[in-house]
């Protein structure tokens, strides 16, 4: 009663007040549905990239998950443009971007029981969509965060994170921290109950939906046998509670036992993905062993996953991944090629074949390679190489276009791409990266006070006192002089001038002039 009181007051107050699609409820909207359907349509395509990318390897797979899918779209309270897609990612979890862009990963499928419990995962985000919960969660950050720029979430990219660990850049944040927004207690309850109206509307037995909690729960309870990725994947942004389970139980007994529960379809589909589980689980045990730079031990198990799994581009890619960290650069191409062939619309495996072909001296395909990688995702790994290849041909411009692009990402890649980008701007800009200025003490002696603002250290950094009028133009100007340093990134440092026989009035329009700067060694 409260909550609905204090939105009431709000809408009184507020312009942007709607109601919501699902709930009837009035609600502030300051994410407009255009907005909305914008948000999906620019997030899909990269956040599939993220996650994994499309699982093409079964396409029949993606074509049932949809079917599902649409029969609970065109019972919802929302016609939104719903697409659902089956990705290629043995962490389980389910996620929907507003606009009704849906993905459920393999990993989960294999652990379903029946295509009602399936009805379950995807009508619950699609309430997620229709009920605006992602657009809400937008719409908050706008109200606390207004002009802050979102922050940069880490994307392990490449199959081998400990050697491609980079940051997705651009948009993609946005959906990253949709992606792994922990959704409220109101909202989950809420799209347990709405989903479970859609899926007796499209012919699901509700009671599907209980199954599922009563497993979720238990695995989360710590009663069952399954591994971490649980609790890193469906049960990080929608975790289960008793109180969820006791809802659905009632509220399933309400709608009625009746209506499809699939288990024998279900199994039927799932049966060759389910075929090609132990082959997933040695390329989960590869990347594994890889991240703990047990790298003899990753290839053999790499190997083996390619053989289980003949059609999968992801266990060549990290063959290619590993034989690159290893010093082999020439031999990843072959494995970099095969899975494109693979699977020819994963940015990982041209990423790779970039960053194999710069180390082999090869800068045209080089720049092939990661400009196709970053047409599917760009990365600060695919930007920072293309930037050195422009700087290395002399395209200063282009060079500092994508050292920039790069360097805001707060990865390795970036940091590296920030060094290149002072160093390439430093000598025609120095006073975009030392602020300077003149003071004087209790004695009236003067000094210039510098401060680095660059992220890297600086060094022989020259300032040339002065002297302006109200107006600013220079009157006369002294002796330069040079701080030597190295000055850290953010650090300031000091030096003392003549002022000669400036009075006291002068000196107030006594100023420091950034004339010159370098690198640190």
């Known amino acids: 009663m409260k909550k609905r009181l204090a ?16 709930t009837g409820e009035k609600e502030i909207q300051f994410v407009s549905e255009a907005q909305e359907l914008a948000i999906g349509r620019q997030q899909y395509a990269p956040m599939r990239q993220v996650e994994g990318g499309d699982f093409d390897v079964l396409p029949q797979l993606t074509a049932y998950v949809s079917g599902v899918g649409q029969k609970l779209a065109a019972v919802s309270d929302r016609k939104l443009p719903y697409e659902f897609v089956v990705l290629d990612n043995s962490v389980p979890n389910a996620w929907a971007l507003p606009g009704g862009k849906i993905a459920v990963n393999r990993g989960l499928l294999t652990e379903l029981t029946s295509e009602a419990e399936l009805a379950a995962v995807l009508g619950h985000e699609i309430v997620h969509a229709a009920a605006r919960h992602g657009a809400k969660a937008q719409e908050r950050g706008t109200i606390m965060q207004a002009g802050m720029a979102a922050a940069q979430i880490g994307a392990a990219v490449g199959g081998m994170d400990a050697g491609l660990a980079n940051l997705a850049l651009g948009g993609a944040s ?36 209980v199954t599922l909690q009563e497993t979720f729960l238990r695995l989360a309870s710590g009663k069952g046998a399954k591994p971490q990725g649980w609790l890193e994947g469906l049960f990080a942004s929608h975790p289960p509670s008793q109180e969820r389970l006791d809802r659905n139980r009632a509220y399933a007994s309400e709608l009625g036992r009746s209506g499809t529960i699939g288990a024998d379809t279900y199994a039927a589909v799932v049966k060759p993905l389910l075929a090609m589980k132990p082959g997933y689980d040695k390329y989960d045990e590869a990347i594994a062993a890889a991240r703990k730079k047990e790298l003899d031990k990753a290839q053999a198990l790499a190997l083996e996953a390619a053989r289980l799994l003949p059609r999968e581009g992801r266990a060549q890619q990290l063959l290619g991944d590993l034989a690159v960290a290893q010093g082999r650069p020439k031999e990843s ?97 120095p006073g975009n990266y030392v602020a300077a200025l003149v003071q004087t003490d209790a004695t009236g002696k003067a000094y210039v006070i510098i401060e680095n603002r660059a992220p890297v250290a600086l060094a022989n950094i020259v300032v040339t006192p002065v002297l302006v009028d109200a107006n600013g133009r220079v009157l006369q100007q002294g002796s330069a002089v040079q701080i030597r340093g190295p000055v850290p990134a953010g650090e300031r440092a000091s030096a003392a001038i003549s002022t000669g026989n400036l009075t006291a009035e002068q000196l107030r329009f006594l100023k420091a002039r950034v004339e010159s700067a370098r690198l640190a060694q």
């Open 7 to 22: 939105i009431a007051v709000a809408c009184a107050a507020f312009t942007a007040c709607g109601v919501n699609p699902v």
């Open 174 to 209: 946005i959906g990253l921290q949709m992606v792994q927004m922990r959704y409220g207690r109101d909202q989950e309850l809420e799209s347990d109950h709405y989903g479970m109206k859609y899926m007796k509307l499209a012919g699901y037995d509700p009671w599907g939906a």
């Open 333 to 429: 191409l072959g494995h970099f090629q095969k899975a494109q062939s693979l699977n020819p619309d994963y940015f990982g495996s041209y990423l790779g074949a970039g960053i194999a072909s710069y180390k082999l001296g090869d800068r045209a395909a080089a720049a092939t390679a990661f400009e196709r990688s970053a047409q599917l995702l760009p990365t600060a790994a695919a930007a920072y190489y293309l930037g050195a290849i422009a700087r290395d041909r002399g395209d200063r411009a282009v060079a500092l276009q994508h050292f920039k692009a790069a360097a805001g990402s707060g990865s390795t890649y970036g940091n590296e791409a920030a060094e290149e980008y002072v160093r390439l701007d430093l000598p025609e800009n």
